[in-house]
C-alpha cells in the first residue's frame, strides 16, 4: 500500500477496521529492511494495521541498520549508543506519526522487533511506556544504556511483554536475554518468556506461540 512521507521509511498493511485499528509496528534486525518481517504479515489478524519500519543507516552492499555494531578480537561487540538512542527517540516520534497519518489506536500499539529491532523496542517500551501496549521481542535483550535516564519511575501498568530466543543463538546469546524477565517483573511488568531450539531466527513453533499471546 501506498505509504505517506513520515521520519522512518516503511512499508504497510491497513486494517479491516475503518478507524482506531490496534497496530503493529515491526522493527527488523541489523542489516535487513522493512519487507523481513512484514513477510509475516499475511498471517496475522486482517484487524491489525501492520506498519514495518525501514532502519535509518543503509549499510553496503545492502541492508540498513538502528545503530552501528562492531567486533573487535576476542568476540568483544561493541555497539554505538549514540546512535541506538537517536533511533530509540525517532522511533518514538515515528508511533506518533503513525496514530496521526493512518488511524491507529494510540491505546493498542505493539512494537514487533527481532534482534536490533528487539533491543530498541524494549528501550523504546520502558523509555516511553504511554506510547506502547504490547511489546513483542524475539532474539534480543534489554540494553540499559538505550533507557531514559529515571526510566524505572514509568507508568508500565498498561505494558505487557513477550519475549523470546533460540537457545541455539550465536549471534545475540540467549544468557543475555534469560535477564529480560526478571529485570521487567522487578518493574512490575507482565511478561512472557520462551526458548526454542533454533539459532538465531524464528521458528514456526515460536510464531505460533507470538500469535496465540497476541490473541489473548
Known amino acids: 500500500m501506498t505509504t ?11 486494517s479491516s477496521l475503518k478507524e482506531k485499528a490496534p497496530t503493529i509496528i515491526m522493527l527488523h534486525g541489523y542489516g535487513s529492511n522493512e519487507n523481513d518481517l512484514f513477510s509475516f504479515s499475511p498471517q496475522l489478524d486482517e484487524k491489525y494495521l501492520i506498519v514495518s519500519a525501514k532502519a535509518p543507516i543503509p549499510m553496503q552492499p545492502y541492508g540498513n541498520a538502528w545503530y552501528a555494531i562492531t567486533y573487535e578480537p576476542g568476540n568483544k561487540k561493541f555497539t554505538n549508543d549514540e546512535q541506538a538512542v537517536a533511533s530509540r527517540d525517532t522511533i518514538a516520534e515515528f508511533i506518533d506519526e503513525v496514530i496521526e497519518n493512518y488511524h491507529a489506536d494510540p491505546d493498542n500499539i505493539i512494537l514487533f522487533g527481532f534482534s536490533q529491532g528487539a533491543i530498541l523496542s524494549y528501550a523504546v517500551a520502558l523509555s516511553y511506556p504511554e506510547k506502547v501496549s504490547r511489546v513483542v521481542a524475539m532474539s534480543g535483550y534489554i540494553h540499559q544504556p ?10 508500565f501498568s498498561n505494558l505487557k511483554v513477550y519475549s523470546s530466543h533460540g537457545y541455539l543463538d550465536e549471534v545475540v546469546p540467549v544468557e543475555w536475554d534469560r535477564k529480560t524477565k526478571p ?19 524464528v521458528s514456526p513453533e515460536n510464531f505460533m506461540e507470538i500469535k496465540k499471546w497476541l490473541a489473548e
Open 4 to 14: 505517506k512521507n513520515l521520519c522512518l521509511e516503511h512499508v504497510l498493511r491497513a
Open 146 to 155: 538505550l533507557l531514559k535516564e529515571n526510566f524505572e519511575k514509568g507508568d
Open 183 to 201: 529485570f521487567l517483573e522487578n518493574l512490575a511488568i507482565k511478561v512472557k518468556y520462551s526458548e526454542f531450539p533454533v539459532g538465531h531466527g
